[in-house]
């Protein structure tokens, strides 16, 4: 089965960069598409980043877009998420998700199959 592990996770000041990896153990799965989801206390989870991994094309929602890249290295099997100008608000528990389904909403945590344990940044102003 499909194993994810996160690992990257931290305390940074606010205006920081932190970079998070996830190696992914596939077995016998296509996987379709990758992504980071972050859930903060009374918070429901939300897609932060996504890649379908034959093509490459990312999806952002506005509130990070321009600050995270979401990058692959498929002969690692390691997904990585880089976080700039990092605020506040991004304090949350970082999933790393992995999808194999055909039909796909890429910010969408529903689309995912596979998770990761999560791995907690916190950013402090």
């Known amino acids: 089965q499909v194993q994810l592990a996160e690992s990257g996770g931290g305390s940074v000041e606010a205006g920081g960069s932190q970079r998070l990896a996830c190696v992914a153990s596939?077995?016998?799965?296509?996987?379709?598409?990758m992504g980071w989801f972050r859930q903060a206390p009374g918070k429901e989870r939300e897609g932060v980043a996504s890649?379908?991994?034959?093509?490459?094309?990312?999806y952002y929602p506005d509130s990070v877009k321009g600050r995270f890249a979401i990058s692959q290295d498929n002969a690692k099997n390691t997904l990585y998420l880089q976080m700039n100008a990092l605020k506040p608000e991004d304090s949350a528990m970082y999933y790393c998700a992995a999808s194999s389904s055909l039909y796909l909403v890429p910010l969408s945590p529903s689309s995912y199959n596979f998770w990761g344990q999560g791995t907690q940044v916190t950013v402090s102003s």
């Open positions: 596939r077995g016998s799965y296509n996987i379709r598409s």
């Open positions: 890649i379908y991994t034959r093509g490459g094309d990312t």
